[in-house]
Each structure stands twice: as C-alpha cells, then as structure tokens.
C-alpha cells in the first residue's frame, strides 16, 4: 500500500514529563528543519501531537497514558492512509507503535546502542525506558499493558538489532535466548552497518516492519546523545546508508526516532544527522513506491 502523505506524531516527554531530557529530542529536530526537507522531497506533512498528561500517577501512570494515546494516534494514521513518524522522548514509544499498527506477524528493526528488553526482576539502574520491549512480548507490566489499545503479547523472534552494544552479559544473554537477531557494535574492529544489514535483510523476513532509531546508536565519539553514549557505534555514514537501504530491502509502516537529549551534547550536530536520516528514510520510502509525492 501507498501511503498518500507522512504524520508526525510529537511526543515530547521522558516518563510522561513534558520538556523534560530526552523530551526535549523532539523540538530540536522539529526545530532543525525537518518538515521543510521532507517538503522538498514533494512530501504532505502532517502533524499531530500528545497532550500533557500531568494529571496521571508518577512516572509509570504518565507513561502508560502516553503510550496509550500514542497507540490511538497510530491507529488513526494507518486508518487515513499515512505513514507515522514518531518523534519521542522515550523509546517505550516504539511499544505503542507496534499496538497501535495491529500487524500479528509484526517485523522489528531496530537501531539502537541499547535492547530495551528489560524486565523489572533483572533491570539494575531503575530506568524504566529500558523495559519497552519486555512489556511488548507480555513478560512484564501485564495488566497496564492491556490497557495500551491493540496490545496482545508480540513475537519479537523476527527481530534485528542494528549497533546494539551497551549491554552487561545478561541482558545480551537475554537477547540471544529471545532468537533476536543483531548486527553487534564493536570497538575493536570497524563494522560496515549497512553491508551486514543488507545480509540480514535478505536473508531474513521483515516485511512489514516497525523502524527504531535511537539516536545513541550513534558512536559517542559525536558527544553524548543522552545520558547512556558509548563507543563502537554507527558514524554518520552509516547510519545515512541504513536508513536508505531499510525500504529497499523490507517494508516499513513506521519510523520512531527517539532518545535524544540536546542539552547533553551538542544537540544542533545531533538534531541535523537526525533531519538527514529522517529524509533519507523518506526519500528512500518514495523510490520504493511506499510513499506518495504531493
């Protein structure tokens, strides 16, 4: 199917906080020109955003309230016919995305340093953004997550991590006993991102598939994207190259591009990669027949 234009869906909140950290991710990408360069590709942008949510109970019960509304905005995107770009603060995002799409046999590809398949009973750090994906397949928070519309527990064993790296030994154990697939960021040797990801595309099934972007799958030698950077990620080349290559090889139905504090680092460096990964991303939807020109 064609999507006749792109939605944005602004999210920008860590743990429900608006403005808050990673929260502050969105507006600077916003900011850094990104719908006039989608515009230039001949592209309808639309916008839509997540109200506060003050009124909800601590960190979990905001969370959980953006989650479902960011569910609700996906529905009602696929159901207009257009393609969601989500730009949020937190990664648990990509959580409601996959509700909100409502695809049984949902692929995943996702870019980033991090698994976020943590569950509460091995989380060391207290950073409940590390959980999205645990959440996902049913293994933790089990009763708020039936509240997240289109929620029902996800096979993540057509899965693909791309720069994943920052883990201690038993999140990564739990990412190869999960049958998750990944193209491992290394500091000892240079990784070609794109040539091992285009191997894994083709060898494997990820059609449709939800996209990730957590900007701190960047290597730090670029600064600190948020507060958790680390060596032995994608340079900017690279990850340019990924996201043109994604919708050649498989068939997106969304993009989330998430995690990125501006005030850690320097943000107007970050927030133009992002811009230029993002339209590459579209352009590359365009030549693929996925997307429509205006």
């Known amino acids: 199917m064609c999507a006749r234009d792109i939605t ?5 909140y860590h743990v429900g906080i608006r403005d808050h950290r990673v929260g502050n991710g969105p507006h ?9 360069n989608l515009q230039k590709l001949g592209v309808t942008v639309k916008f839509v955003e997540i109200e506060p949510v003050d009124g909800f109970e601590g960190e979990i019960g905001r969370s959980f309230e953006i989650m479902r509304r960011t569910s609700k905005a996906v529905r009602e995107c696929i159901d207009d016919n257009s393609f969601p770009l989500i730009l949020s603060g937190n990664c648990m995002a990509s959580a409601a995305v996959a ?8 692929a995943f590809i996702y870019f980033d340093a991090h698994d976020d398949l943590d569950s509460p009973d091995v ?23 039936r509240t997240v519309p289109g929620f029902e527990p996800f096979d993540l064993s057509r ?6 790296r920052d883990q201690s030994d038993i999140q990564r154990q739990r990412v190869v006993d999960a049958g998750m697939q990944s193209i491992w960021g290394s500091t000892e040797k240079r990784i070609d991102f794109a040539k091992e990801l285009k191997i894994k595309l083709k060898r494997g099934n ?12 960047l290597d730090d030698s670029y600064g600190k994207v948020n ?41 107007d460096k970050i927030a133009s990669i992002a811009v230029r990964a993002i339209t590459t991303f579209a352009g590359a939807l365009l030549k693929s027949g996925a997307l429509a020109k205006s």
């Open 8 to 12: 944005v869906i602004f999210s920008p």
């Open 28 to 36: 600077r990408i916003w900011d850094s020109g990104l719908r006039q």
């Open 99 to 106: 509700c909100g799409l409502q695809v049984k046999d949902l």
């Open 123 to 145: 989380n060391e750090n207290g950073y409940f953004d590390a959980m999205g994906l645990s959440m996902l397949r049913g293994e933790s928070w089990k009763t708020l997550m």
């Open 159 to 164: 899965f693909l991590y791309c720069g994943l």
């Open 206 to 217: 990820y059609n449709p598939a939800l996209v990730h972007l957590d900007l701190d799958v």
């Open 227 to 267: 507060d958790y950077p680390s060596p032995g990620g994608l340079f900017e080349p690279d990850l340019i190259s990924c996201m043109e290559l994604v919708p050649q090889l498989a068939k997106p139905m969304s993009l989330t591009v998430c995690s990125f504090d501006p005030d850690a680092g320097d943000g």
